[in-house]
Antibody
Framework: EVQLLESGGGLVQPGGSLRLSCAAS????????MSWVRQAPGKGLEWVSA????????YYADSVKGRFTISRDNSKNTLYLQISSLRADDTAVYYC??????????????WGPGTLVTVSS | DIQMTQSPLSLSASAGDRVTITCRAS??????LNWYQQKPGKAPKHLIY???SLQTGVPSRFSGSGSGTDFTLTISSLQPEDFATYYC?????????FGPGTKVVVK
């Protein structure tokens, strides 16, 4: 059974930083691209970032480019999101998701329960 | 970025009703379209990929159709566990983008 579990969220001041982690199990982690998707309170879903299975390729939404860094450690089956220069509008539940490629396209197959990041002074 | 819209944004229905949700893309996305269900306080759950292919384990009362810019999600006979918010998402280009969601509530 695929399991994803995020951690690292919390209350942070504007301009601060956090590192989110997503521990994966139940599948061959290095074979899959992974993504972070966030959801502000009471709002819809927003894709944030993605990384290839090897970690060689990374992708970012314009809203976080230059402030967020996605990475992975395949030896630890763990996905990371370093978030910095945080703003109030970064307040959200951050989900990690397993990307599943199909024909055509891809979808977000399995999701973790999410970790809440609150940016406030 | 490709913009995704959904209609209606909210609908009230009763168990047993046939429910249809529409999703529209701002440009042609062929059938690079997925649907998700989300219940309050929970992570989204994937339902349909490639516009019309049902994810394993998803009940057959869910179906999807469409291609190009216009898509639909249909629930043939609404069950009590189907009251939730439904999102469409395109994977034709990066960034992946989601629709605003359609909340299905009890009439």
């Amino acid at each position: 059974e695929v399991q994803l579990l995020e951690s690292g969220g919390g209350l942070v001041q504007p301009g601060g930083s956090l590192r989110l982690s997503c521990a994966a199990s139940g599948f061959s982690f290095s074979y899959y691209a992974m993504s972070w998707v966030r959801q502000a309170p009471g709002k819809g879903l927003e894709w944030v970032s993605a990384i290839s299975g090897s970690g060689d390729s990374t992708y970012y939404a314009d809203s976080v480019k230059g402030r967020f860094t996605i990475s992975r450690d395949n030896s630890k089956n763990t996905l990371y999101l370093q978030i910095s220069s945080l703003r109030a509008d970064d307040t959200a539940v951050y989900y990690c998701a397993q990307d599943r490629f199909t024909s055509p396209g891809y979808y977000f197959d399995n999701w973790g329960p999410g970790t809440l990041v609150t940016v406030s002074s | 970025d490709i913009q995704m819209t959904q209609s209606p944004l909210s609908l009230s229905a009763s168990a047993g009703d046939r429910v249809t949700i529409t999703c529209r893309a701002s440009q042609n996305i062929n059938n690079y379209l997925n649907w998700y269900q989300q219940k309050p306080g929970k992570a989204p759950k994937h339902l349909i990929y490639a516009a019309s292919s049902l994810q394993t384990g998803v009940p057959s009362r869910f179906s999807g159709s469409g291609s190009g810019t216009d898509f639909t999600l249909t629930i043939s006979s609404l069950q009590p566990e189907d009251f939730a918010t439904y999102y469409c998402q395109q994977s034709y280009t990066t960034p992946a983008t989601f629709g605003p969601g359609t909340k299905v509530v009890v009439k």
